[in-house]
């Protein structure tokens, strides 16, 4: 029976493919909460604040 060959590398492999599977993960989360969601809040808030501003000038016009 020939013995069985040396795993070699199977742990940095794994180890480097959970870090690359955490960061692309974590990347694309931040982005989507960049751009998706925050970028609306921020959004209607300026619409508030410009449509307050508005108002503000008409009546001190």
């Given at each position: 029976m020939p013995p069985i060959p040396p795993i070699k590398g199977m742990l940095l492999r794994s180890a480097l493919t959970n870090i690359t599977i955490g960061l692309s993960s974590g990347i694309i989360a931040?982005?989507?909460?960049?751009?998706?969601?925050?970028?609306?809040?921020?959004?209607?808030?300026?619409?508030?604040?410009?449509?307050?501003?508005r108002e503000r000038d008409g009546i001190k016009a």
């Open positions: 931040g982005c989507y909460f960049w751009y998706g969601i925050r970028g609306n809040e921020v959004r209607v808030r300026d619409e508030y604040y410009a449509k307050l501003q």
